[in-house]
């Protein structure tokens, strides 16, 4: 299957600072890539749709200005948490689509913890 | 917003028996896919349909893609140690194009005893 990889693996932070973190599709270009978010013991749910050259689009209840995505490659998203707040914490993962079916392949996730 | 109801929530089996969960949705998705999860990791992708009434082997492991698109089954034969994680499955409207993101179900946490 296709390789998409996160950085960092896990974060912790202090409140009010801002978080940096990269998706990247290894061996594959993707025009679109996803953000998820998962709390403990939950599934995933889908935060916003990151577009290549072009705004990301943002799930309901998600503030685009608290996460903000850029799709600054084919090859690479990133989202930052910012003025992150302990609420943040959470299992934040990406996925990319590549294919014929454009099947999504995720990353391994990154963990953040907000003390 | 769309949900998908996924069942059973837990499992308990003895290693070597089969095992079958399920999803159903109340809208209609062109696609679903199965994905399994192990703690601290991102979800591995096992199975994915496109076509209604679709069935599907990976192994010891076969999905099939409900012929009115609301809904999916995965089964696990002969179970094995390795077997141990969440498997959930995921609805995508689209059918291919990666234009959207997935739906999940709240997961199935398998327990193999031995």
């Known amino acids: 299957g296709a390789v998409v990889s996160q950085h960092p693996s896990w974060v912790i932070c202090k409140s009010g600072t801002s978080v940096k973190i990269e998706c990247r599709s290894l061996?594959?270009?993707?025009?679109?890539m996803f953000w998820y978010r998962q709390f403990p013991k939950q599934s995933l749910m889908l935060m916003a749709t990151?577009?290549?050259?072009?705004?990301?689009?943002?799930e309901q209840g998600v503030e685009k200005d608290k996460f903000l995505i850029n799709h600054a490659s084919l090859t690479l998203s990133t989202l930052t948490v910012t003025s992150a707040h302990p609420e943040d914490s959470s299992f934040y993962i990406c996925?990319?689509?590549?294919?014929?079916?454009?099947?999504?392949?995720f990353g391994p996730g990154t963990r953040l913890l907000v003390l | 917003g769309q949900q998908l109801n996924q069942s059973p929530q837990s499992m308990f089996i003895q290693e070597g028996e089969d095992v079958s969960m399920n999803c159903t949705s109340s809208?209609?998705?062109?696609?679903w896919l199965w994905y399994k999860q192990d703690p601290g990791e991102g979800p591995v992708l096992l199975i994915a349909?496109?076509?209604?009434?679709e069935l599907t082997s990976n192994g010891r492991l076969t999905a099939q893609f409900g012929i009115t698109r609301k809904d999916s089954f995965l089964n696990i034969s002969a179970s094995i140690p390795s077997d141990v994680g969440i498997y959930f499955c995921?609805?995508?409207?689209?059918?291919?194009?990666?234009?959207?993101?997935?739906?999940f179900g709240k997961g199935t946490h398998l327990i193999i005893q031995p």
């Open positions: 990151s577009n290549e050259g072009s705004k990301a689009t943002y």
């Open positions: 809208s209609i998705f062109n696609t």
């Open positions: 349909l496109y076509k209604a009434g």
């Open positions: 995921a609805g995508q409207l689209g059918s291919g194009g990666g234009a959207d993101g997935l739906t």
């Open positions: 061996d594959f270009q993707a025009t679109t």
């Open positions: 996925s990319a689509p590549t294919g014929h079916q454009e099947t999504q392949y």
